[in-house]
């Protein structure tokens, strides 16, 4: 499904290489996680596949089922089935969520040459999917993003994942600044989505989301690389032992 | 006070060229008075503080500047609100293409026929308004238009009208100069809604004076015409007795340059005034929002919301003063002037004042000049919202405060569909 290779990448504006070579493989129906310490360049390769400024890819290649990512703009890339679950979603003042939604939804389908969703079927959706992740229909009225709490603003990441159905999911931090019960729903809500046809890519500085959504591969980042990878008993080595140990060995 | 001698002879030479229209004995009486004040205040000059970021000479000095007539690619604003259409073709009243002006609750007559008979109450507005507000800065402008008007409408709101007043002004001559003054009576607890659209004229100075009694409402909505070579200069005059409301809201969309003043005072306590403004300029485009709002009553509102979305070196201008006279005890005043820069090359300049002479007062003022939020639109686009669209929906959202000055749903979505147009056709 996701495919990159040998990625490098450098900041813009400063000469600084941020990705130094990553080599990783998303397959269909699978849920890798990348976890690493912070800095280690997680929110970096995210933007980079989900087409955002400022960053120069130097060498390597990403391609989504096949198609290069790198040469699309990012909303062919959503178009194309790559969503990225922002580590820090955005505020928009002014433009509804619902609004919003339903922009985005029918931008995606035109793109992909099929019929807009009616206003009634598009309210449906949303209200089913919102009731799951126990999202109320105030916050759905409200401008995006604007005066959610922490938590809030994950579940709306993860009710427009649900209602876009991305077959590339990418989760940045999605848990960070959760309680339990509301890690609880957004996992509910990632689980939901889990079938053979998606793949996901969860990336998290703590074993504890892994609990909820159980990976099939677990890597480690460190400076730029993928300096390990193996399976969830990883993801538990490092809630151990830290990742001191780990990076030690991967020299 | 002396003039300046350079302002003195220009104001000199400017009226060699004026004569002023026949009229009734108060009409002419009315004009030159009018015509003294200019003479007295002296024609606007780039010097002037108040003419500061706008430059006057072609918005007065004659001919005026030709401008093109614009065929506009859709219908025309308001078309689908049922409305009593009053027609003017480059500041000429248009009967055959007027409705008849006969409705429940209003009486309209034209200034023409008005300043040929003897109307009371008209006689004690026309150029009243405008002559007070000299006091506080010389607005020539204005005197020219009270001095020059040949024609324009005259309402006096006696109930509460069932459809709008709709003023249409349509340009078909690339050299016309059109000078309107409009007056506007709202009776005691009655309520009306004026609307206005079109370019007018290559060259358009219109003037309204319009005084709300107790507990009356005036509700105005306004979208100037689209083309772009044309210049306008208006002053909308409103005396607020106690318990009024009064609402105005315009669109400006192109024109390369206009100057749009609003002059509102409050005689009376408990009265609400809003003010508002989307103006929409690519390239030559000019637009200047000049607005003063006088506190001398208690427990008044007034809100100011001026927005606007520049590009191609397009320039927005932005004057507003809130004064609040001794005695006008829990005023609140409330001003936002924002432009949206979409590149490098546009420019937008503000100079908001307070002016407070009481103490328990809450006022507040704001100004901001900005760029798209890049952070935005890429969360946009990473959802699949292409550029152009994405952008459109960030311009609508900055807008989205003053287009809510807009009451009734209907005209509110005919405005916004407008604003949405224009930018579609601007997409890259
Ligand atoms: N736009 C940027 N400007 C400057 N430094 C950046 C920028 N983006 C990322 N970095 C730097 O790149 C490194 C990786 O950051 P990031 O990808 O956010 O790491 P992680 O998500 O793993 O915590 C950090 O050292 C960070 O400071
Ligand atoms: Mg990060």
């Given at each position: 499904m996701l495919e990159i290779k040998n990625l490098h990448v450098r900041l813009e504006e400063e000469d600084?290489?941020?990705?130094?070579g990553v080599d990783l493989t998303v397959e269909a129906g699978k849920v890798h996680a990348i976890m690493g310490p912070n800095g280690s360049g997680k929110s970096t390769l995210s933007y980079v596949l989900s087409g955002r400024d400022g960053?120069?890819?130097t060498a390597g290649s990403a391609t989504l089922a096949g198609e290069?990512?790198?040469?699309?703009?990012p909303e062919e890339r959503a178009a194309a089935g790559l969503f990225l679950a922002f580590q820090y979603p955005v505020e928009i003042p002014g433009v509804g969520n619902m609004t919003f939604l339903r922009t985005a939804l029918n931008a995606q389908r035109k793109a992909r040459g099929e019929p807009e969703v009616s206003a009634g079927d598009f309210l449906k959706l949303v209200r089913e999917k919102a009731k799951t992740l126990k999202i109320d229909a105030e916050m759905l009225k409200r401008?995006?993003?604007?005066?959610?709490?922490g938590g809030e603003k994950k579940r709306n990441e993860i009710l427009q994942m649900a209602i876009l159905e991305p077959r590339m999911c990418i989760l940045d931090?999605?848990?960070?600044?959760?309680?339990v019960d509301a890690m609880k729903l957004v996992a509910d809500g990632v689980n939901a989505l889990r079938d053979e046809g998606r793949g996901f890519l969860v990336i998290t500085h703590?074993?504890?989301l892994l609990d909820h959504i159980v990976p099939d591969v677990v890597h480690i980042m460190a400076a730029g690389r993928i300096v390990k990878t193996g399976g969830p008993e990883l993801a538990l080595e490092v809630e151990k032992n830290g990742y001191h140990d780990l990076l030690a060995e991967a020299g | 006070m002396a003039l300046p001698k350079a302002k003195q002879d220009a104001t000199e030479a400017f009226l060699a060229q004026v004569t002023l229209p026949e009229g009734a004995a108060w009409a002419s009486a009315a004009r030159k008075a009018a015509l003294e004040r200019l003479r007295d205040m002296g024609v606007p000059v780039r010097r002037d503080e108040y003419w500061r970021f706008t430059r006057p000479e072609t918005l007065f000095e004659r001919p005026a500047p030709e401008a093109e007539v614009f065929v506009a690619d859709e219908e025309p604003v308001f078309g689908a609100i049922d409305r009593l259409k009053l027609v003017f073709v480059d500041g000429v009243f248009d009967a055959e293409a007027s409705?008849?002006?006969?409705?429940?609750?209003v009486e309209i007559t034209r200034l023409s026929q008005a300043a040929a008979a003897d109307i009371h109450w008209a006689r004690e507005l026309y150029g009243v308004l405008e002559a007070r507000s000299?006091?506080?800065?010389?607005r020539p402008l204005a005197a020219l238009n009270s001095a020059t008007a040949t024609d324009g409408v005259v309402i006096r709101v006696t109930g509460k009208p069932v459809r709008p007043i709709s003023l249409i002004y349509l340009h078909g001559d690339r050299t016309s100069d059109a000078v309107l003054h409009h007056l506007v009576r709202v009776e005691p607890g009655a309520e009306v809604t004026l609307l206005e659209n079109g370019p007018a004229a290559a060259r358009f100075n219109k003037c309204i004076e319009v005084d709300v009694a107790e507990g009356a409402s005036f509700n105005h909505v306004r979208a100037q015409g689209r083309d772009h070579e044309r210049r306008a200069v208006t002053h909308m005059f409103a005396r607020l007795a106690a318990r009024s409301v009064y609402k105005s809201f315009t669109l400006t969309a192109n024109g390369v340059l206009t100057r749009n003043e609003a002059i509102v005072e409050f005689t009376g306590d408990d009265a609400v005034a809003h003010v508002a403004g989307a103006a929409m300029g690519h390239g030559a485009f000019h637009h200047d929002d000049t607005v003063f709002v006088t506190h001398a009553a208690e427990r008044c509102e007034s809100r100011q919301v001026f927005k606007k979305v520049l590009r191609n070196g397009a320039v927005g201008v932005f004057q507003g003063k809130i004064l609040v006279k001794s005695g006008a005890q829990k005023t609140d005043g409330y001003q936002i002037s924002q432009a949206l820069l979409l590149d490098d090359e546009s420019e937008f300049s503000a100079k908001p004042e307070l002016e407070i002479y009481a103490d328990d007062v809450k006022c507040s003022h704001g100004s901001t000049t900005g760029a798209i939020d890049e952070t935005a639109l890429f969360y946009l686009r990473s959802r699949g919202v292409p550029r152009g669209e994405a952008q459109d929906l960030l311009v609508l959202a900055f807008l989205a405060e003053a287009i809510?000055?807009?009451?009734d749903p209907d005209i509110a979505a005919d405005i916004l569909s407008r604003l949405e147009s224009w930018l579609a056709r601007r997409r890259d």
């Open positions: 600084k290489e941020i990705l130094k960053y120069e890819v290069d990512l790198l040469e699309q703009e401008p995006v993003n604007v005066g959610f709490s931090e999605t848990d960070s600044g959760l309680d703590y074993q504890r | 409705d008849d002006p006969a409705m429940d609750g000299h006091a506080d800065v010389p809510e000055e807009i009451e």
